[in-house]
């Protein structure tokens, strides 16, 4: 009788939860509406260093110390003070630095929302217990097969008692990402992989994999029959936006998207472990400025700048986030 109580006040605890989360994300979205010169979603790379080695990765190394708690407190300041609605910890491996918690602190102390990229390998049930207390709202995984081989670690094998974890003891909530691409040997490993997250009752949905500039690897057609019925089984919020990204449509049948606008380094900011601002995790070194230098003025330029690399970028993120200005404001300055 005990146990069943304690599951159903975890369970109403959770449905809470998740309605103050959703309040909170319909006030971003209203506000981005609303106002143009704010980040929406800033990704901010607390380590560069990973865990893993998965060969179609261009965004870590095996060697990087942890940023430092004090920059990064002074960085997710600076980001507030921006107005940035999102702050996703990605990298590298974020959980691999040791202050981690206290950065998720420090971000819901702004009232922003927070975010986790993680491959999942070091959540155990306390990490998970932590991560709620830090009040962490996100928590994404990407898992790229079923079993590992030597393009990538991040398999279905591994991760799978990780995705029971979660969805018994998380408060945030879950998606867990399958990819598409030219590295990825078997498709339809992407089915099985979101078939098992919603067995889970988590959110799933599907990416393509880029090269190193972020731009598009033609898909095969059964590569993109895979692709459709993945995405046909996103349910969620993040899910629905899958669906019905019409970028990434585009990209699927391999078409240029030459009519949208990248709102990089102004509705989106990729802050690097040296804090300086870029366009996205495949173009560092453009704007390059470092943050605490970044002004207003940097965003309503960025905002108007049309990215040469747009027609076939495949970065989901920052499709989704230009979703919200695509009804206003072409670009009529020029990058590269």
């Avoid at 790379?45 to 990087?64: G, K, Q, V």
Wanted: hydrophobic content about 35%; aromatic content about 8%.
């Amino acid at each position: 009788m005990e146990s069943v109580v304690i599951r159903r006040a975890s369970t109403l605890r959770r449905k809470w939860l998740t309605l103050r989360r959703k309040v909170r994300e319909i006030r971003m979205v209203a506000y981005g509406l609303a106002h143009r010169d704010h980040p929406i979603l800033v990704h901010l790379i607390p380590i560069r260093r990973c865990n893993l080695s998965c060969t179609y990765c261009n965004e870590f190394d095996d060697h990087s110390p942890p940023v430092p708690t004090h920059d990064l407190f002074s960085r997710i300041d600076r980001l507030a003070g921006l107005g940035a609605s999102i702050v996703t910890l990605s990298g590298g491996e974020p959980m691999m630095h040791p202050d981690l918690d206290d950065v998720i602190r420090r971000i819901r102390k702004h009232g922003m929302i927070a975010g986790l990229l993680t491959n999942g390998y070091y959540l155990t049930q306390d990490r998970i217990r932590r991560l709620n207390e830090a009040g962490l709202d996100h928590l994404q995984i990407s898992v790229d097969n079923v079993q590992p081989d030597d393009v990538s670690k991040k398999s279905l094998k591994v991760l799978d008692k990780k995705l029971a974890m979660l969805a018994e003891h998380a408060d945030f909530h879950i998606n867990i990402n399958s990819v598409l691409g030219a590295k990825i040997r078997r498709a339809e490993d992407a089915l099985t992989v979101a078939r098992r997250a919603q067995e889970y009752g988590l959110a799933t949905t599907v990416g393509i994999i880029h090269d190193g500039s972020g731009q598009l690897r033609p898909l095969s057609p059964h590569q993109k029959s895979i692709f459709e019925q993945v995405r046909d089984l996103g349910k969620s919020s993040f899910g629905r936006i899958n669906k019905y990204n019409p970028f990434q449509d585009h990209l699927v049948k391999g078409k240029p998207n030459r009519w949208w606008w990248c709102r990089a380094g102004a509705r989106y900011l990729y802050v690097c472990e040296d804090g300086l601002v870029h366009y996205c995790s495949q173009q560092r070194g453009h704007p390059a400025i470092p943050l605490e230098q970044y002004t207003r003025k940097d965003i309503r330029r960025e905002y108007m700048t049309e990215k040469g690399c747009a027609p076939y970028c495949t970065i989901s993120c920052v499709h989704q986030v230009s979703i919200i200005d695509r009804w206003r404001d072409r670009q009529t300055l020029h990058f590269g």
